[in-house]
């Protein structure tokens, strides 16, 4: 497919956004107005739209209203928990999705490839759980641009359900702010793989 018209390129996997500093909140699911009907039986499609990290709220308002005043295809608008700089546009088509987007501010482009939904299903689901993460930690990043890359955490924000790692093996050390849930333990100092779920906390913690 063709590139979006920013001249992203398709990044691989799902394209989320690991790095931005704002939380991301609980997915948002716009419904689609009640001008627009999906049909039994259509086949839609799933598009991620780009938008500037932390307008990703005015980026739903203003495509929602240009659903309803255009009348399109577009049957669901999704800012899944734990993504910064995306959202998900289902549509009949990608030119669909293209003049939901249209004009919208902070939206940066439509990228090229279609979405699957099993690519994005677990994103959708809101699953409590307790995860424990202690500052030294070594984690592979399971989401985002950085993924399966291991990484150390350097930082713990259970508030905002946030930690900051740096990346093993870069040459000049950067922290990355990722979503807790986009990480997992592989390895705790002084001890051997760690399990999955725990309790507790440990200093580094805000």
Sequence with gaps: MEKSEQGQEQPTGIPIIAGAEAPAPKEEIKEVPKEVKKDEGVSTH????????????QVLDFIGSNIKKKKLP?????????????????????????????????????LPKEIQYVEIEHMLEQVKREVDIRKSDIVEIISGPFKRENAKVTRIDRTKEEVVVELLGAAVPIPITVKMDAVKVIRRESEGPAPDSLAGGEDGEV
């Design 46 to 57: 799933i598009f991620a739209l780009r938008t500037t990290a932390n307008r990703e709220d």
């Design 74 to 110: 577009v049957y669901s608008v999704i800012r899944p928990h734990g993504m910064r700089g995306y959202i998900f546009v289902e549509s009949l088509d990608r030119q669909s999705a293209e003049q939901a987007a249209f004009n919208v501010p902070y939206a940066r482009g439509i």
